[in-house]
């Protein structure tokens, strides 16, 4: 049975449609999401841990009282100009050390590990009342870092800022996937005190919004692993090599007989 020249051209193109709607799929983000209110988890309160860094800052309506209270870089005015990067971090913050106890100027020594950052403050503040009566203390978590790798335009570690960071945060600060990234199965390593715990992360699922792993963690590191599109793509000259040989055997076979 002949086919129509018509008859091709629709048969091509409906092929063509169907695949870029594949490949349309491929990238997008919570891709059965329906319009409407939904539901999510909310970050739970991070405990801080040995090895964090802490930015406590102690201020009072008498900047002399401050500076005996605070931590200042030479050659800067106030407190707060010293943590200006990343580098400074160790150098004026102030680390949770192996039994969990952070040094403080004035008071000494005081357990945090355990606590959400909230909660230091709070206790923290309860002791420099004892000294001062107007202060306000300030703490911060300074080294709230996630480790990006894989297929993403930026891998590398980043800092947060902010209380909380979700996944799709933590890809945003990489730049996004590559044209290879597979959306469907990210892999989030955390470090536990009885382990690595993993997660795997379907970016593509509305679930994805309640799951344990959506929120991130200090020191979190997140793994964007290649789509077959580029073990395909990797593989070609492989593939174009093999066909070479395998034509000349044939004309080779061709000659012979």
């Known amino acids: 049975m002949r086919i129509s020249r018509p008859a091709v051209l629709i048969i091509v193109f409906a092929s063509l449609m169907q695949v870029s709607c594949n490949r349309k799929a491929q990238l997008l983000y919570l891709n059965n999401l329906d319009t409407g209110l939904l539901t999510s988890t909310q970050p739970a309160p991070y405990q801080l841990r040995p090895g964090d860094v802490l930015s406590v800052q102690v201020i009072t309506q008498d900047p002399e009282i401050s500076r005996l209270f605070n931590i200042v870089s030479s050659g800067t005015s106030t407190s707060y100009t010293a943590y200006s990067n990343d580098a400074s971090l160790y150098i004026n ?99 536990t005190p009885e382990g690595v715990k993993t997660f795997r992360l379907n970016l593509q699922d509305k679930n994805l919004l309640t799951a344990e792993g959506f929120y991130l963690l200090p020191n979190d590191t997140v793994i964007v692993e290649p789509r077959n599109a580029k073990v395909m793509a990797l593989n070609t000259p492989n593939i174009s090599i093999f066909l070479s040989i395998i034509t000349t055997a044939l004309l080779l076979l061709n000659y012979v007989k």
């Open 93 to 191: 913050g102030f680390s949770v050390n192996d039994s969990g106890m952070v040094r403080l100027p004035v008071v000494g020594t005081m357990p945090v590990a355990g606590l959400t950052v909230r909660q230091a403050q709070d206790s923290i503040q309860l002791k420099y009342e004892r000294y001062l009566k107007d202060a306000l203390v300030v703490v911060k978590l300074l080294s709230f870092k996630v480790t990006v790798l894989g297929e993403v335009r930026r891998p590398g570690t980043y800092t947060n800022y902010r209380d909380n960071l979700n996944i799709f945060e933590a890809i945003g600060l990489a730049g996004d996937f590559s044209d290879y990234g597979e959306r469907t199965n990210v892999l989030v390593l955390r470090q």
